[in-house]
């Protein structure tokens, strides 16, 4: 590879509170000697060679450490570990943490998610188009189950004459009253160099409920979308003994 390297954020502080596992739950087991973070890993697999790759830990972490640099040896996968910022909650806050390492393109994944059917080219698809001229980009997976929508990160998504998907609203979990303004939960996002402060501090904002400036949610609803399969939250047991069990769909 020539030239800069993008980045791959992965927010890995939060303590499972609802789960509460011995372990993180980013290893989480999701199959015979897998975990959950095994399955992000495997998405940047292909695209490797082009990314490098930033995990922003809490403190008793050190497994985790262990089980990413293993990986990152094989995928031959450039690895940074750094400490979130006590000042900066919730994954975006680790999205801020990361910020001396933005790339070119940076992509933010979460661990605790995992898509029922891989998407291998879907990282490819969303850096490309921020280095095509897109700002920011939302991995999205369609969605009509109003509670699922009124508890995620919920997206309003239309197709444009060219095929290309685009964001038209979006919320942090908006609630039953107004779940039916949406139709796609976000798995991930992008954002390019130039556009992170705006992108990142809307999405911020968002996440910790505070009053969002309408000019800022700009640099959200002028996002694209790349289309993912349905996808699993790892984040109650509920959501945890269907993925074991198979049956989630």
């Known amino acids: 590879m020539t030239g800069p390297r993008d980045t791959v954020v992965l927010p890995l502080a939060g303590r499972g509170a609802r789960l509460g596992l011995p372990t993180p739950k980013e290893l ?19 695209h490797a060679g082009r990314l490098r790759l930033v995990a922003v830990l809490g403190e008793d972490r050190e497994s985790t450490v262990r089980h990413l640099e293993r990986r990152c040896r094989e995928l031959e996968l450039p690895l940074a570990v750094v400490r979130q910022d006590p000042g900066m909650p919730e994954s975006t806050g680790a999205v801020l943490t990361a910020a001396p390492w933005y790339g070119p393109a940076t992509l933010v994944l979460l661990a605790d998610q995992v898509l029922h059917t891989p998407a291998q080219t879907a990282v490819g698809e969303a850096l490309d188009l921020i280095h095509a001229g897109q700002e920011s980009v939302f991995l999205a997976a369609m969605e009509d189950d109003a509670e699922r929508l009124a508890a995620d990160g919920a997206l309003h998504v239309r197709r444009d004459a060219g095929g290309l998907l685009h964001v038209t609203d979006y919320a942090d979990k908006p609630g039953l009253e107004v779940a039916e303004r949406f139709n796609a939960v976000w798995f991930g996002y992008a954002f390019a ?46 959501a945890v003994t269907a993925h074991w069990t198979g049956a989630a769909s």
């Open 193 to 238: 160099h130039r556009a992170a402060e705006g992108f990142v501090g809307a999405l911020h904002r968002a996440t910790l409920g505070l009053p969002g400036n309408p000019h800022r949610m700009n640099a959200v609803l002028r996002a694209a979308a790349v289309e993912v399969g349905p996808f699993t939250d790892l984040g109650t047991w509920p």
């Open 28 to 46: 989480l087991p999701v199959g015979p000697g897998r975990v959950a973070l095994d399955d992000t890993l495997d998405l940047l697999a292909p």
